[in-house]
């Protein structure tokens, strides 16, 4: 069985920094492209950040770029994303999601999410 | 970056009715588009990817269509369960633009 399971989330300071990770398993995870979404309170689905299964290729959102880091270790079948110069606009839930394939784009499986506040 | 809009952005509706939210795209995307339901306090779930494609375990009530800018997802005949938000994704170029939602619920 697929699963995602995020964590890291927390309260943090405006200005601050957060580590979430994301455990997968059920899944060759090395073999999948594996992506951020979040969701601010009461708000839409926000893409956040994509990376490749091999970690060639790392794209992000323009509101997070320069400020989070996507990453992957293939061996310990595990996402990150580094969030550093935390701003109020930046809580919300992010959840980990899979790409159904290298070749057709979609998120089939996600994680229940976890929940960044960014309060002083 | 491309623009998704989704409309209408809320909607009632009727146990057995027929209802079909649309997405455009500001620029034709092919047909690298997904859509997903999301319910309260739950995580998204994948219904169609590629336009058209029904994800595994997904009632066939649920269909996708359209290419290039225009896109829809139809409910054939709503069941009390698919009271839910659905979002559209274009997945055909970075960064990955959702559409803004549409709350589906009951009249």
């Known amino acids: 069985e697929v699963q995602l399971v995020e964590s890291g989330g927390g309260l943090v300071k405006p200005g601050g920094s957060l580590r979430l990770s994301c455990a997968a398993s059920?899944?060759?995870?090395?073999?999948?492209?594996m992506n951020w979404v979040r969701q601010a309170p009461g708000k839409g689905l926000e893409w956040v950040s994509s990376i490749s299964s091999s970690s060639s290729y790392i794209y992000y959102g323009d509101s997070v770029k320069g400020r989070f880091t996507i990453s992957r270790d293939n061996a310990k079948n595990s996402l990150y994303l580094q969030m550093n110069s935390l701003r109020a606009e930046d809580a919300a839930v992010y959840y980990c999601?899979?790409?159904?394939?290298?070749?057709?784009?979609?998120?089939?499986?996600w994680g229940q999410g976890t929940l960044v506040t960014v309060s002083s | 970056a491309i623009q998704m809009t989704q409309s209408p952005s809320s909607l009632s509706a009727s146990v057995g009715d027929r209802v079909t939210i649309t997405c455009r795209a500001s620029q034709g995307i092919r047909n690298d588009l997904s859509w997903y339901q999301q319910k309260p306090g739950k995580a998204p779930k994948l219904l169609i990817y590629?336009?058209?494609n029904l994800q595994s375990g997904v009632p066939s009530r649920f269909s996708g269509g359209g290419s290039g800018t225009y896109f829809t997802l139809t409910i054939s005949s709503l069941q009390p369960e698919d009271f839910a938000t659905y979002y559209c994704?274009?997945?055909?170029?970075?960064?990955?633009?959702f559409g803004q939602g549409t709350k589906l619920e009951i009249k």
């Open positions: 059920g899944f060759t995870f090395s073999n999948y492209n």
């Open positions: 994704l274009q997945d055909y170029s970075y960064p990955r633009t």
């Open positions: 590629a336009a058209y």
């Open positions: 999601a899979r790409d159904i394939t290298a070749m057709v784009s979609g998120f089939d499986y």
